[in-house]
């Protein structure tokens, strides 16, 4: 018998072919293992696995199932953090590493592309425990990728801590006296758990601890990467598997442990096979993304507002106490640059008060892709309260904008190299009728001196955003009232300060 590749008989496909020597050679490293098992100098005679662990007939069911299927230029593996990481140094198909316990979640995504078969392979450690919602919402949505669930009982790689499967009475490194069920709780049946659910097709429990039960386990193997091709849904097998070293048994000894220890606490049985119903009928309407988005009413689909823009891009930070509209303007500023064509985004920053308490966003609009949302270096401060601007003012860049909220600046106030203007926004909203307009007579303010955009755009975005006919026609006053106090007051009348700046 060689040690080349696994190649097996068992596939009418595969005729053994005679050696050198005149012998058939039964068995040969299947095609979907690497040639050569890359590692260190002082390593390269042995694989990762330790001698007697499961994992390495694990990963030879897995190879002839996915040869017998013609299913290895389609496949993409995915492994998480333990012992199933080092499966992307001998399987030569797709594969990615994911974070500890996020293998269904990423295997999800990868299922997106068209006509490949993903497999999530994990251990116990990774799956139960800290991958625990992944797994289960996966199960329930009825994904259709393939779970091969190594349960060894243990935390192999890290060095043998209790795991969410260790049995009654086993012991750990962190289950000295070993598992209390009045203190750790009971090992947790995964197979069982995901067999509650309705939309698996699929999951079964086998055990790798002698020839008889390997078997099965191929077939098992073999029949969820079916399902999987198939498109009939989520397939999982759990997999009892040795741990000889860090159970502290010989090869022999840990796989008849197997038979006779798991087994009782983990029966193996087929717990699920069958079709799962998805009802039918359900599918939401398909609409355009400007349709769902609202960013152009379809009555202004023809009458797209030709404002120009004179920068690159235009960074604004809002700031104020909850209740000010800190967070709508924001949001009212990024439709108005949506409806321009301009790239845009908005990032709100509130505390857990509902009123009165401390909340800013940030607004970038922006000719070209926006990195990122966050606005360190604001070109505009928009400080609806003292508290805002005497927090923020410091990060304006040189050159920029300043807008306050407020009948005048503090006497003690100074911002070297950045126009300020103050601005009594809730003194002419409450004129108009409410104070509630504050937010908007800011806005028609910050159009007027930075003319980012048009205020065209923003009486129709204020039209479709405002439904009480009253607090709309107070909003159009108010954005017109903080467009004229810049053009009328502000600069007409502006006190010039040390630095120049009015």
Sequence with gaps: MTNESVISVLDPEIKPEPNNDGYESVHARSPLFYDLYERKSELKHQTHYCPGCGHGVAHKLIAEALQELGLQDKTIFVSPVGCSVFAYYYFDVGNVQVAHGRAPASAISLWATPDKIVISYQGDGDLAAIGTAEIVHAANRGEKITVFFVNNGIYGMTGGQMAPTTLVGQKSTTSPWGRRPSNEGFPLHMAELLATLEAPAYIERVALSDNKNIMKARRAIRKALEIQRDGAGFSFVEILSPCPTI????????????????????????????????????????????????????????????????????????????????????????????????????????????????????????????????????????????????????????????????????????????????????????????TKAANIVMMGALLEETECLAPGTAFRVLEDKVKKLDLLEIDRQALTAGRLFIDDQAHVGAVSQPDGFA
């Design 247 to 434: 159970w502290g048994k010989d090869p022999v000894e840990a796989r008849r442990w197997v038979l006779e220890k798991m087994t009782p606490t983990f029966p193996l049985n087929v717990f699920r096979d069958r079709r799962p119903e998805i009802p039918i009928g359900n599918e939401p309407p398909q609409r355009p993304v400007a349709d769902v988005l609202e960013i152009i009413p379809k009555a202004e689909a023809n009458d797209k507002p030709q404002h120009a823009h004179h920068f690159k891009d235009v960074k604004i930070k809002i700031a104020g106490f909850g209740g000010q509209g800190v967070l709508l303007l924001g949001q009212l500023l990024i439709e108005m640059g949506m409806r321009e064509g301009l790239e845009v985004s908005w990032l709100p920053s509130y505390g857990p008060e509902m009123r009165s308490g401390s909340a800013h966003c940030h607004v970038c609009l922006s000719k070209e892709r926006i990195g990122s949302p966050l606005v360190s270096r604001p070109d505009v401060l928009v400080a609806m309260n003292e508290f805002s601007l005497r927090k923020f003012a410091p990060e304006v860049a040189s050159g920029g904008l300043i807008l306050y909220s407020g009948a005048s600046l503090p006497a003690d106030f100074a911002a070297p190299g950045v126009q300020v203007f103050a601005i009594p926004a809730a003194e002419i909203a409450d004129r108009l009728g409410s």
